[in-house]
Nanobody
Framework: VQLVESGGGLVQTGGSLKLSCVVSGRIFSDSFVGWFRQAPGKEREFVGNIRWSGFVSGYADFLGDRFTISRDTAKNTVYLQMNSLKPEDTAVYYC????????????WGQGTEVTVSS
């Protein structure tokens, strides 16, 4: 499974960005694709995830309702819509696919950088 993120950039506080993650290779309908982020000097943290079937998704509690994950299986793409961005959302954002044999996120993209200016 290969994943390629795009859509990062510089945005002002309160702005929006939509990140994309193109997934290729064999992925099962009940596999999770997740978004994570890592801010400078901090540990990587979970943002949210969605089943490839689109049936289930979950988000980190600290996000509130600012971020939304969706997927378009016709385009093999998972999206992360980010609204009301804050400087503390500045990070490298990664998408990852869970390996159904290990139940771990074994497949990762290269990341896309998001910078929110104050």
């Amino acid at each position: 499974v290969q994943l390629v993120e795009s859509g990062g950039g510089l945005v002002q506080t309160g702005g929006s960005l939509k990140l994309s993650c193109v997934v290729s290779g064999r992925i099962f309908s009940d596999s999770f694709v997740g978004w994570f982020r890592q801010a400078p000097g901090k540990e990587r943290e979970f943002v949210g995830n969605i089943r490839w079937s689109g049936f289930v998704s979950g988000y980190a509690d600290f996000l509130g309702d600012r971020f939304t994950i969706s997927r378009d299986t016709a385009k093999n793409t998972v999206y992360l819509q980010m609204n009301s961005l804050k400087p503390e959302d500045t990070a490298v954002y990664y998408c990852a696919a869970m390996n159904p044999e290990t139940d771990h996120y074994d497949y990762w993209g290269q990341g896309t950088e998001v910078t929110v200016s104050s």
